[in-house]
């Protein structure tokens, strides 16, 4: 688990295709590696990666075919930016929000513009996931823990302070910039405990019929 409070900036300095799936390794910069051991988890662009190889100035992790058809891993390429994050542990300070690293899909900015000092960012998401997206809700953004400004169908708005713009990669972004998205945890598992016992059932899930069915859907 993770925060969403981006400790350093790290770099892809390489990927190794192997045996159908991806291996990169990441140089950690800043990022202090004295705690970290074979087998820990490092969020990288809100990716969570497993370290395997610790080489001193970084680390090696294995990408699975699921994660990389998933997520931008597909796109990285050697010399881009990645924001880095290490696993929470029970003494870290929860500055952001409850982070799985489990991405939920790609999105794409479509605006950046200037707003005050700050800067306001435009990023429409996947249609699919637009239902968990609410104002003033948290979002994941390449794992940044973000606040949601606005909301206009699966478009949102973000504002990034000056920090946020120097410490991560939201510095790099421009309108078509791809985008790791992970919605808040606590929307994916309140749907599916509203669906009850037919959770269970294949292709379950909430519709306008089974809202109207439960009571929450009155003309």
């Known amino acids: 688990m993770f925060t969403g409070i981006v400790e350093a900036l790290g770099e892809i300095v390489a990927t190794k295709p192997k045996g159908g799936d991806l291996r990169v390794r990441v140089n950690t910069a800043d990022l202090d590696l004295s705690d970290v051991q074979l087998g820990d988890s490092i969020a990288t662009n809100g990716v969570c990666l497993t370290v395997v190889e610790l080489p001193g100035d970084g680390y090696w992790a294995d990408v699975s075919v699921e994660t990389i058809n998933c997520t931008t891993v597909k796109d990285w390429q050697v010399g881009n930016a990645v924001n880095l994050e290490k696993a929470l542990t029970p003494e870290t300070r929860l500055g952001g ?15 950046r513009d200037k707003d005050a000092r ?9 249609k699919e996931l637009a239902k968990y997206i609410a104002h003033k809700g948290s979002i994941t953004v390449d794992g940044t823990s973000l606040t949601v400004n606005a909301v206009n169908g699966s478009e949102f708005e973000l504002n990034i302070v000056p920090h946020t713009i120097e410490k991560t990669v939201f510095g790099t972004y421009k309108a078509g910039t791809q985008v790791n998205l992970e919605v808040d945890v606590i929307a994916r598992y309140l749907e599916r405990l509203l669906l009850g016992d037919k959770a269970a059932e294949k ?12 009571g929450f859907n009155k003309a």
Do not use: M
């Open 118 to 126: 700050s800067e306001r960012f435009t990023v429409r998401a996947p």
């Open 97 to 111: 929000h409850i982070v799985s690293g489990h991405v939920d899909g790609v999105g794409e900015v479509v605006s």
């Open 203 to 214: 292709d379950a899930g909430i519709t306008s019929a089974f809202l109207a069915e439960h």
